[in-house]
T-cell receptor
């Protein structure tokens, strides 16, 4: 079952912050975050394993609340290069990843 | 660098044709996946394989089959293509539960 992402889209000015949420109805082992630019393949950003850890990738960070089966991706001081569609992928106790519908982020100068 | 390649970037087929989409990875990953991507629906898993000759259905397997005869190669087969299978198809591979590497995608149009 696909996780639910929100919001569907967000428009930012350079330097602004945003939060993308991902929630699942299943117990989760891991959450992956990917970014896809137009016409390109999704690119891995980070993986969070159960344990409530938070990770960072430059000024992009994420948290994982396994009890609530939720993850959030934080875009801090956004840059033009942050534009794209962000997908969360959730993994349970097998090797499958189910992806959300995506959140389109547009960063304007 | 991990590389996942797909046989075609663009493909146009007629309704009823049998279609083969090929995917090759060069990092000895056990797990390989086929997704389709449609606007507003994200990436939906069609099939995945965790070893040679092993496969499991994903969320939307109807109308598709797969083949994995060698570890590096995973094929998606549309037995009788239909217009509702027009989509972007993405192959991916991963080692264990690590990060997933995607191929560039095949945009399939069925007319």
């Amino acid at each position: 079952q696909q996780p639910v992402q929100s919001p569907q889209a967000v428009i930012l000015r350079e330097g602004e912050d945003a939060v993308i949420n991902c929630s699942s109805s299943k117990a989760l082992y891991s959450v992956h975050w990917y970014r896809q630019k137009h016409g390109e393949a999704p690119v891995f950003l980070m993986i969070l394993l159960k344990g409530g850890e938070q990770k960072g990738h430059d000024k992009i960070s994420a948290s994982f609340n396994e009890k609530k089966q939720q993850s959030s991706l934080y875009l801090t001081a956004s840059q033009l290069s942050y534009s794209g569609t962000y997908f969360c992928g959730t993994g349970s106790n097998d090797y499958k990843l189910s992806f959300g519908a995506g959140t389109t982020v547009t960063v304007r100068a | 660098d991990v590389k996942v390649t797909q046989s075609s970037r663009y493909l146009v087929k007629r309704t009823g044709e049998k279609v083969f989409l090929e995917c090759v990875q060069d990092m000895d990953h056990e797990n390989m996946f086929w997704y389709r991507q449609d606007p507003g629906l994200g990436l939906r898993l069609i099939y995945f394989s965790y070893d040679v000759k092993m496969k499991e259905k994903g969320d939307i397997p109807e109308g598709y089959s797969v083949s994995r005869e060698k570890k590096e190669r995973f094929s998606l087969i549309l037995e009788s293509a239909s217009t509702n299978q027009t989509s972007m198809y993405l192959c991916a591979s991963r080692f264990d539960r690590g990060e997933q590497y995607f191929g560039p995608g095949t945009r399939l149009t069925v007319t």
